[in-house]
Structure formats: structure tokens, C-alpha cells
């Protein structure tokens, strides 16, 4: 008997919706060193590889985007080098809380041009 499949197998890619493919694009490549393993620019559309199991796909909007810092959904990248990675984005100009500490876990917000939330977490060795 063989065992049994799971019909889902994990996220494939998370959508960030953006106001300009372009400069969303040139963003997350120049201030995050992702790399783009697709793009369409018929849907206004790019596939960003982020180094993990998961891409993050930017997709254009001809809607007003309006961002809650305190109710949007957003992606948690993960990083070993917590303290590092915050102050390479701020040195090369992203918008960034201050690191929290938790229990076991660092972490930090941070921002797009549009207003996106991202955030990078570490978690501490035990």
C-alpha cells in the first residue's frame, strides 16, 4: 500500500499586487537581490525567485492600492542574519522597523514602494 498523497504541496508562489510592474520589479531585484524567473508584460506580470521553496509573484493594478500596515497580509522571508539584513535594506534606503526580540525569534518589518508589508525573521538558536 502506498502512502497516501497529498493533492496540495505547499505554496507555490504569494501575489503582491503593485501600482508600476517596472519599478516594483527594478525594487525587489536592486534592493532585495531577488531574481526574476518570469515575467509577461501582457499581464503586467513578474515571477521573482526569493531563494526559497516559494516565489513571490508582482502583479500590476489599475486599482488605488491602500495598504493597513496593521491588518495586511504579507510574506515573512527568512534570514540567519537577522541584525545584518536590516541594515543592509536601510543602507540601501528601505523603510524598516526596529528589530523586535521574542521568544526564540527576531524580526522586522519593512516596506516597497507601494506600502507592501514584508517581513524577515530569524529564527534563535535554542
Not at 22 to 48: C, H, M, Q, T
Not at 71 to 79: F, G, S
Request: net charge negative; aromatic share 10%.
Amino acid at each position: 500500500m502506498t502512502p497516501k498523497q497529498h493533492l496540495i504541496q505547499g505554496i507555490d508562489t504569494v501575489i503582491l499586487r503593485v501600482s508600476n510592474i517596472e519599478n516594483a520589479k527594478n525594487w525587489y531585484i536592486e534592493k532585495l537581490g531577488f531574481g526574476l524567473l518570469y515575467e509577461d508584460p501582457a499581464s503586467r506580470l513578474a515571477v521573482l525567485d526569493t531563494y526559497g521553496p516559494t516565489s513571490l509573484t508582482l502583479w500590476q493594478t489599475d486599482y488605488t492600492l491602500s495598504v493597513h500596515r496593521d491588518t495586511a497580509n504579507y510574506p515573512i522571508l527568512k534570514t540567519v542574519q537577522v541584525e545584518a539584513l536590516r541594515n543592509e535594506l536601510v543602507h540601501r534606503g528601505v523603510e524598516a522597523s526596529e528589530i523586535s526580540y521574542g521568544d526564540g525569534v527576531s524580526f522586522f518589518q519593512f516596506f516597497d514602494p507601494d506600502g507592501n508589508v514584508l517581513e524577515a525573521c530569524q529564527l534563535d538558536a535554542s
